[in-house]
């Protein structure tokens, strides 16, 4: 029988940040970037990229190709790292309307509408969530 191994990636940077740009169609450079990871037997099955960093908002990009038990945690330290070491506000996703079970995802994890943007990605709308830091669940010690 055979035992599977996952951990977190924290220092792996550009190792998940490929993984991600691959699995969410990111043509372009990531610009200044960090990014996390949860990798299971030597693959990564879920990355998150935070970019765009102004002091108050990121950007935010999450990609996962395999459920796992360590992505509370991988949110948790995605989150501690956005609104506990950077300071930020909010986060920000951007979704084409056309990927209703991404969208559907994010909501369940915390993100709220904001706007939608007319034609903002090809063939569809831009469905544009927000994350606040005061509202996130996955900090550690918030207060509400």
């Known amino acids: 029988m055979s ?3 996952s951990q977190l990636l924290f220092n792996s940077r550009e190792y ?3 993984w991600v740009a691959l699995q969410t169609g990111q043509t372009g450079d990531w610009g200044s970037f960090n990014a996390f990871g949860i990798e299971v037997n030597d693959a990564i099955v879920a ?4 970019n765009n960093i102004n002091g108050a908002n990121a950007t935010v990009h999450i ?3 395999r459920p796992s038990k360590l992505l509370p945690r991988l949110f948790m330290a ?3 790292y956005a609104f506990g070491q950077l300071g930020l506000l909010r ?3 951007m979704v084409p309307t056309d990927e209703p079970d991404t969208i559907a995802f994010d909501k369940k994890i915390g993100f709220e509408e904001e706007f939608i943007m007319k034609d903002g990605a090809p063939g569809a709308d831009m469905q544009f969530l927000v994350m606040w830091h005061d509202k996130c669940r996955w900090r550690p010690n918030r207060s509400l």
């Open 63 to 65: 990609a996962i190709s």
């Open 16 to 18: 998940v940040g490929t």
């Open 91 to 93: 986060l920000t996703g």
């Open 3 to 5: 035992t599977s191994t």
């Open 78 to 80: 995605v989150c501690d």
């Open 47 to 50: 990355g998150v990229v935070i």
